[in-house]
């Protein structure tokens, strides 16, 4: 019994990463170029409901995950201008991309579905032997391609960042980006394309719900994934690795409440859903003490001469 509710709590948590490490890989590199976008969670809502509809109607995953794509591409790039060439307040404009994005997802679920729908959504693929590992194959490797793709994520993302010249790019347009454009870096450019991408990652969290997870649409699907997702770049400290670390915690937690609930436990059901919560909040209270550095240009707009 002990065996099956621990494989069966931890399997639970790897797969309820999945839309956590998705928007933050995603979030990390629009910080790590200068541009902090809170309106992660409206463009997952977005990116929810457009894979959800598009695979209801046509039958198909792979477009509705491509529908996916394009809208959080496309929300991505339209807080790009706003912070980019307007250089609006970003704070204020991720709120406002938000509330957006909670707005029109609401108004196309009522025009457009009127009631919970449900569908087939991607089915767990076993990885051929590794599957049959006892518990570990059980926990890892019997999952979904969205699941297995936010995991993979994590290593490409790190080498990206790390090891390649447009790695180099982002993390110099965040960290210095005068001295970034006096070596004939596009400073606009560089962040236009980080935040844009990380809008399709974010499109692509909102699939992982509706497509994969729950495989359904309702109303504010995401209960604020977006900030949690935004919490864990601070929490991973801008690194790949350290926003697994922050997910992989969240998720756990987050499983273990499910599971308590439904097997009854004397615990009130509203302190089982802070749990989670509560820990992100301590977790980001005990980094501030500790004075995590956060890129020197984040949340500042750049203009040639400066």
Partial sequence: MLKETIIGIAGSGIRLATPYLYAAIGEAFGQLSGVLNLGVDGIMLMGSFAAFFVAFKTGSLLLGLLAAVIVGGLMGLFMAFISVTMQAE??????????????????????????????????????PLL????????????????????????????????????????????????????LGVNINRVRYLAVTVGGMLAGIAGASLSIALLNLFQQNITNGMGFIAVALVYFGRWRPMGILVGALLFSMVNAFQIWAQVQGIGIPPDFMLMI??????VVLAAMVKQRVRSPAALNKPFERGE
Wanted: hydrophobic fraction near 50%; aromatic fraction near 12%; glycine fraction near 12%.
């Fill in 90 to 127: 970003q704070g204020i404009s991720g709120i406002g991309l938000y509330l957006f994005g909670l707005g029109l997802s609401e108004l196309l679920f009522k025009k457009m579905l009127g009631t919970v729908q449900t569908v087939n959504g991607f089915a767990p693929v076993p990885i």
């Fill in 131 to 182: 599957a049959k590992i006892p518990i570990l194959g059980e926990i890892f490797f019997q999952q979904n391609v969205l699941v297995y793709g936010a995991f993979l994520l994590v290593p490409v993302a790190w080498f990206v960042i790390n090891k390649t010249p447009l790695g180099l790019k982002v993390r110099a347009a965040g960290q210095n980006p005068q001295a970034a454009d006096s």
């Fill in 276 to 281: 989670p919560y509560i820990i992100t909040i």
